[in-house]
């Protein structure tokens, strides 16, 4: 008797297992936890911000707590009795004209770092880094001493040469380090090519280092937008001082005008709110890539 064999059961392959996830600190934490605190940081940091705001748009002599009715009266009393125009101005030209002295002159030097071997490399950078924890006033009197000589005391070429002389240790660090990361052999191509050491940097480096370059022309541009020593030691002219001397005017030792003050720091803050919002993440990676090898 012939009987019928069944097929075999078809065999089903076993799904393969999923890997698990490996949970870190953060996800076993409740989210309270994390949400609390950042929040009570937030308030606390929006609540200047808040009151500043507040001394600006509300009307002069009033106690509300909310700006209403709003006001720009405090804004127009510095742009035009108190010359925040020319204030902001000069500002403008001395932030500009550093961050393009800074980066050139940086570029240059951090190049030579990277790319060059010579028997004092060590304790040239060694100086570079110690220059960073002398405070810019142990430089007021040098500094003064050379633009008297050479005629630039009350001129805003002196707050620029100061500030580019000030910021140029680390920006030369930091762009030496974002030229090591670009590596070596994409030059000796251009070379292999026919170009000079000039074009091949130019043509084949230099684009690859425009978030170093964003990183480190924006922090010269803000650092000279904000200090206040320099411009106030080296401009005696009311016509040639910047914004932060001119928001010391507005104290004195009677009287301050709060409306005024704070609508002279919202007009200070917006250009390096808008210059930060364009460009941050250039300037994360910036920083972090030209701290990766120094």
Known sequence: MITEIAPAPERVAPEPARPRKKRRAWDEAPRWQIYVPLSIYLLFTLIPFYWILLFALRPAGST?????????????????????????????LVGVATLVMTTLVALAGGYALARFNFKVKRAFMLALLCTQFVPGALLLVPLFEIFANLRMINSLGSVVI?????????????????????????????????????????????????????????????????????????????SKQTIPVGLNTLMSADSVDLGALAAGGIIAAVPVVIVFAFIQKWLITGFSAGAVKG
């Open 64 to 92: 509300s707590l909310v700006p209403w009715p709003m006001t720009f009266e405090h804004f127009e009393k510095v742009w035009n009795e108190r010359a925040f125009g020319t204030y902001f101005q000069n500002s403008v």
């Open 162 to 238: 100061a500030e580019t002389v000030f910021q140029l240790p680390l920006s030369m660090i930091l762009i030496s380090g974002f030229i090591r990361n670009v590596p070596y052999s994409l030059e000796e191509a251009a070379w292999v090519d026919g170009c000079n050491r000039f074009t091949a940097f130019r043509i084949v480096v230099l684009p690859l280092l425009r978030p170093g370059l964003i990183a480190v022309g924006s922090f010269a541009f803000v650092h000279a937008w904000n200090h206040f020593l320099f411009a106030l030691m080296f401009l005696s002219d009311q």
